[in-house]
């Protein structure tokens, strides 16, 4: 049999505290994790899925737009990212792109610019992505 002065000493004993110990921790911890876990995962859900189909440079180049609209602020920034979560949550991606295409075309120049003014498609377009906004500005600002 070993003797050891100070049981704290004995690297033996000491390890199966240690391990006891953790084991211990990670069992009372990981009871806890998992409904923590999903809880933060269910409120991040909406704006995670909102905003999920949608690139990230379509994102960024919505709230840069708007930031220059609304002021370089920080609340700015908010507004403008709670912004585009809110469209996004309303308008797939598609109908979203398809609207961004009209409005675009329809500045340009010509004969060709009616097209992109005047259908029923990009009226239809425009119209959707215009109540989309309107839902974000209230929502949002």
Known sequence: MRH???????????HGVQ??????????VGSLTLPVAFAT?????????AAG??????IADYVLGCMQT????????????CSIDVIA?????????????FKSMSLTTGEAAGLF???????AARTELKR????ADVRCF
């Not at 391990?19 to 009372?28: D, E, K």
């Not at 949550?89 to 295409?101: C, F, G, K, M, N």
Request: charged share 20%; aromatic share 12%; net charge negative.
């Open 53 to 58: 189909d949608y690139p990230t440079a379509t």
């Open 117 to 123: 003014r005047e259908s029923a498609p990009a009226k």
């Open 4 to 14: 050891v002065a100070n049981w704290s000493d004995d690297p033996v004993w000491m």
């Open 132 to 135: 989309a906004q309107a839902e």
């Open 89 to 101: 949550s309303i308008l797939p991606y598609d109908h979203y792109e398809r609207a961004e295409t």
């Open 70 to 81: 609304n002021g370089q602020t920080r609340q700015a920034l908010e507004s403008c990212s």
């Open 19 to 28: 391990a006891n110990w953790r084991f211990l921790m990670i069992r009372s």
């Open 41 to 49: 995962t269910l409120a991040f859900a909406n704006s995670a899925n």
